[in-house]
Structure formats: C-alpha cells, structure tokens
C-alpha cells in the first residue's frame, strides 16, 4: 500500500492506512525508517514499507515489522502506576491517573530539593530511544532546573566522543560517509559520487543502522561498485564481502591508524596540496606515526603488516581511480580506553588523505539542528550555582564545552554517598533500564539507586529497573500513538526532517515529548509560556523550514537540498564567514591546541588497555582470555524486545561466541552455557563457536534480562544473571575521562550445567 503524495492517511474510519516515520517508542537507531502503518477497528494490524521514503525506500528491519506484536503484548504497561517506597521489589503496583502521577512527583520533588538545598537533588538518566533522546536533558534543564543528566554509560562512551573530538580538530560535527543524502534525488543527483573505498571501522551498519546512517546505504554503494575494508575484531556479513579484513586485537585502533598513517606519509601518499593548505601540526603528526612502523604495529594489533600496507595504500589513493574515500567509524571506537586517540587517529587519515567534505568522502556541517540544538540549550533555566555543583564538574573540560551533560563515572561514588553527604535524593530513569544496559558495575548501580527517597521512571514494560528502584511508573507511547518530530542526524547535519504520525490511540500511555511538555507546566512554566500545546511547539521547532508541523505531516519527510562540498574553501564553516574551519588555528587541528591545554597531549598515541597483558600481566595471567562485548542484534535494541515471543525465538539465549580452538581448550561445545567471569562479575551465556572470532578471545552479546522469570527481589528477572556489564569497572577511563572497556577487558570461562546450576 501507498499513500498519495501530499496525504499522510488514506481510507475509512474504521479500516485506513498512515504514513509516518518511525522513531521511538521502542528505541532504536533513528534512520527514520519510512513506514505504513494499517489500523483497523481501532487496531494497529500491519505495518509495511514506505517506497516513497528516500532513505530507506520501502526497507524496514525485523524490529518494525514486530512492532504489532510488541504493540498489544499482554504485559505491556499502559497506565501510571505507583508503589511505596518501601515496597521496592515487589509487585504492590496500584493503577493511578496521569494528575495523581504529576502531583506525587511535584510533592517528591519540592521534598527532596529542600532537603538538599539545591535543585540538583534530582538526577535524570537517559537511554537510547530517539524521542526520549531529545527530551530527557529537557526534564532536567528546564522542568526539574537541575544540571544533573546523564546517559549513564561509562566514559560516555556512545556517540558523544566522536562528535566531540571532531568538534576540536574540525571545528564542526562528526564527519559522515557521504551517501548522497544532502540531495533530493540522493544517488541520482549528478554532484553526488560513491566512495571508491569505505573503510568500516568498529561498526556492524546493517544491524544497527547507528546514530541515524541507514546501513544498507552501504550496499547500495557496493552495487555501484564502491568496495570495503572491515576493522573489526569479528567477521562480520560485510567483512566476508571485503576487499581487506584488518581482524585487529580489541583496543589496538589507535595503533592500526597510526600504523596506517606511517605508511601513508612516509610513501608520500597523502593529499599535499590539502595538508599545505588546510592542517595544523602535520610535522608533529608525522613525528608521531614514525614511532608506528607497520612490524611494531603487527606485534600490537595481531594485524599482518603487509596487509595494513595494502588497506592503507587503498584507502589514499583509491586505487588510482582519482575518486575519494570515505571511512564510517562506529561506537567501538568509544567503547575501549583509547577511546581519544582512536578517533583522532582514524580523523587524522580522512584530513591527510584529502577525503574531508568531499564528494564520496566525509562530509561536514554546520547544519540547522533543529530540537538536537534546542535541548541543550535549556541550560539556560539552571542557575550559576547548580551548573558549578553538578556531579563530577572537576572532570569535564572537554564535554562541558561541547555539551551539557555529568561525567557518567563521578554519578555511582555521588550516590554511594552517605545521606548526609550526598546531594541526589531522587532519579529519573528516561527509557533507561539501567540494571542491565548501558552502566559499568549494575549490582553497585542498584544498591546506590536504593538509597534515593523517590524514583520514577518512564518506559513500556517492567524492567529489572522499574522492578527493583522505582516508585512511580509512567507508561511511554509507541511510535504508533503519538504525533511527534524525527530528527535525522550526522554529527551537525541534518539532511532530513520528518512526521512522525499518530495513527491510533491505546491505553492511557504519553510520549516523552508530551510528559516533558506537561510536567514543565507544573514545575516551570515560564519555560513553556509560549506555547499553548505540544503542536505549537513543535511549528516552533521546525518554523526554519517555513513549514507547521501539520504541513510537515502531510509532506511526510523533507531533504535539505543545496548542499555544497568544501565549505572551508567559502566561509560557510565559521560563524564569522571567514574561509578555513572553525577551530582555534582555523585550520584541521592534527595537533589539537584544545587537547595540550586540557590533557597535556595534542596528538594521537597508542596507550595499552589497563585490561591487557601489557599493562596488566598479573592480572592477564589469572584472566587469560580477551573480553569483547556490545555487538548488535537483528532482533534486539540493547535491552529491549526480550518478552516478545517472534524475536526470542530467534535469539533465545545470550550467546557467547568463541573460536573452536579457544573452545576445546576449555572443554565447551556447541549450545553449552559458560560462565564468564573476573574479580569485577561473572555472566552466563550460551556458547556459539566460530571462526569468526580469532583463538584468545571472547565476544558476549549485552543487554540480557529474563522477562518470563520472576521479576521480585531478590531476583528482578533475571538481571544479574547474564549480564555482561557486570565485568565491566566503572570509572576505568581515558584521557580526559572518556572511553571505558567495554571492548577489551579480559575474563576467564567455565563450562556450568545451566543458567542457574554450575
């Protein structure tokens, strides 16, 4: 079925077809995948793909085709519900309505901020769903006026390091793989060329579809004969379809790239004319890499030096072709210790090589933001006093200078405080099951968070969160029940804009934009004086485009057309008009004068994992086994759809994957469950072997709950039992406090007869 252009809904009352753009709820990685949703006698009964979407063209992935199934699962929650606090953990939940609900939080929160003196006692925590992405710094800044939010993942290691650290070398957003999407007629559009090579370093874009890049763009630019390099510990579907798999030990990027950058420079392969021109520091750059031969780099990252030889030259000359090259960087990059001079090293190799806003390059904003602008901007309703007394503020020159949130790590030892020490006295968990996704150490994050006087959380389900810590639940909508904005993003750019349609009504739910909305206007109405509903903000939001949102509606998605390449060379990358990049120096900051003055280190180094036989030889000696984990999967979005029957029946189990020599050395086969474990946690998981995965390590899917098990105390569904976050530290960081060990710790394994027995 499609719909007509300039419609967004066709047929009767009672049986008819919409048109939206998904985004959240549920979480997922916001490609705006186009979709049609039908209802019928008030019920959402199929959805199917949009043709008419020019980014994913009538695509959709195994989560949205569930999503009638998630919709009406029996127990999905769909009205507030509240708890005494002395009841946590068990299931005394009583039914109350949404005016019962705000007026317990506007008492709990008068409560708790006399209390500690400051508004600062509420803390708001933030998962991953889009909607809720744009809105939980909202609840925070400019309901609640406390400084304190967070997305409460260690070293903050999920996005944010990218589009910061480009932020100082380039002086604009992070730099995506240009996939023709800043033109109408995208691939069509004869300003649009294909990369001759794409480097995929650290990502698996066909699952995740990260931070709004639709991954199967990726295959399109193959079939116009684009070809691949893979970085990435594990062979993935793309990496046995690549012209070179570079299957680097976890936590040597740094070295790889620097590697990398050896041969490019001193094979005079790099783009002259580019560097003279437009890069700060190249002769210390060059210094740098020549401690990088491509023979030390083989011992670091387990990587053949010719074969690094070969990806490099590729990705700097393209073959000879004279086309650009382009390089899609994913959050493993963040999610490792080295997580500074990862990026800045694999940023380095797109400035040298010339590949910089470019045709089939990576390009570069500035771009209108939209609402991603506008949320942190709400700072603004927090005073001096409490921005100077948020959590861990001694911590962050570089995030408190790109954005607004706490350093993750300095909130567990906040909340671990005595009662009479501590300033949090109530949290605010936005789609966040922060029990089992996204928190280093969870069995301390959970007797921390029990502490607080008054917990609340939004979400759809009961969760182990929601279980264990939460007085007061209030019920999220689906993508289906709600009106709203989807904001596509890439690093500063935002090259589409769409509709996110509401199509039916169910139970008693709200989306975040609505609850953020409504609560403003109890707790600090002057934020929101100037609008009278939620679609008079939203034409606010989106009044750039000359557009209301009604009219965005019925257009469905918008693309910004009149994109230019090599901005720096017209003055549209500096506020001030000036040819050049928005950086100190005006230059590409190779040598980043920000970075001297915070950490005392301007340039990219390889440093070895604290989790390593380098670093740590005791500790390798009794936990001889490399730890990688957060892979993504076709049938879950981190914590999310475990309680739907279609997607555990393909992925029952938390899986644990193993090559078959590292197997039979332990004595585990196929479908037995190992126990992974270290001084930090242990977990439980499903053995798979592979060869995909090199002798020596381990990978462990993450985000595992048991919805079918009992949620009370002291069990909270299973939360504890194959969490992989358990082994995980919190506050082992990097350089000026990003980057954790997500992707290179190190563990040992046990065969255990089942997930409860050993």
Known sequence: MQIPEGEYRVGTDDDYYVRTNVWSAPGCHGAACGAILHVKDGKLVDIEGDESNPITNGRLCI???????????????????????????????????????????????????????????????????????????????????????????????????????????????????????????????????????????????????????????????????????????????????????????????????????????????????????????????????????????????????????????????????????????????????????????????????????????????????????????????VSEEDKKGRIGEEREPIERNALSNVQSDAILPELELPDDERTVRMIWFNSCNALVCMPAEPQRWIEACKKMDFNVVQDLFLTPTAMALCDLFLPVATFPEHDGIVQIHYGRHTPYLGAEVKALDYGETKSDLQVTFELGKRLNPEAWAQFETIEDFMDDQIAPTGLTFDELRHEGILSFDGWNYKKYETGEMRADGQVGFDTITGMVELYSMHFEQWCGEPLPKHEPSPFSEEANPEMAAKYPIILTTGGRKWTQFHSEWHQVESMRQIDPWPVLTINPETAAEYGLSEKDWAEVYNDTGKARLKVHVSTVIKPGMVHATHGWWFPEQDGEAPNYFGAFKSNINTLLPNDSIGRMYKGAPYKSNLCNIRRVRSLDED
């Open 63 to 381: 989560k949205c085709l569930g999503i009638p199934e998630y919709q009406y699962h029996p127990d999905r929650i769909l009205y507030p519900m509240k708890r005494d606090p002395k009841d946590r953990g068990k299931n005394t939940w009583e039914r109350i309505t949404w005016d019962e609900a705000y007026d317990l939080i506007e008492e709990n929160y008068y409560k708790v901020r006399e209390k500690s003196g400051t508004n600062n006692a509420v803390l708001t925590l933030g998962g991953t769903g889009r909607e809720a992405t744009m809105f939980y710094p909202v609840i925070s800044f400019a309901d609640f006026r406390s400084a304190n939010v967070a997305a409460p993942i260690s070293g903050d290691s999920c996005y944010g390091p990218r589009c910061m650290i480009a932020s100082y070398m380039f002086g604009t957003g992070y730099p995506e793989v240009d996939s023709g999407m800043f033109f109408n007629k995208k691939y069509d559009d004869p300003r649009f060329e294909r990369s001759e090579y794409m480097i995929i370093w650290g990502s698996n874009p066909l699952v995740s579809n990260p931070a709004g890049y639709f991954g199967h763009q990726i295959i399109d630019m193959m079939k116009m004969g684009t070809k691949i390099i893979v970085v990435d510990p594990q062979i993935t579907w793309l990496g046995s379809r690549a012209e070179y798999v570079l299957q680097l030990r976890p936590g040597t990027d740094a070295a790889l790239a620097l590697g990398m950058l050896n041969v490019i420079i001193n094979e005079d392969l790099y783009d002259h004319d580019f560097v003279e021109k437009w890069c700060y520091g190249f002769d210390e750059l060059s210094e740098r890499v020549s401690e990088y031969p491509v023979e030390r780099v083989e011992e670091i990252t387990q990587v053949p030096a010719e074969l690094i030889r070969k990806a490099a030259r590729a990705y700097a000359t393209a073959d000879g072709t004279g086309r650009n090259c382009s390089i899609f960087m994913g959050v493993a990059m963040e999610m490792q210790v080295d997580c500074v001079s990862d990026i800045q090293a694999v940023l380095s190799l797109i400035a040298i090589c010339g590949n910089l806003d470019v045709p089939g390059g990576n390009v570069v904003g500035p771009r209108a933001s939209f609402t991603g602008a506008w949320r942190y901007e709400q700072i603004k309703w």
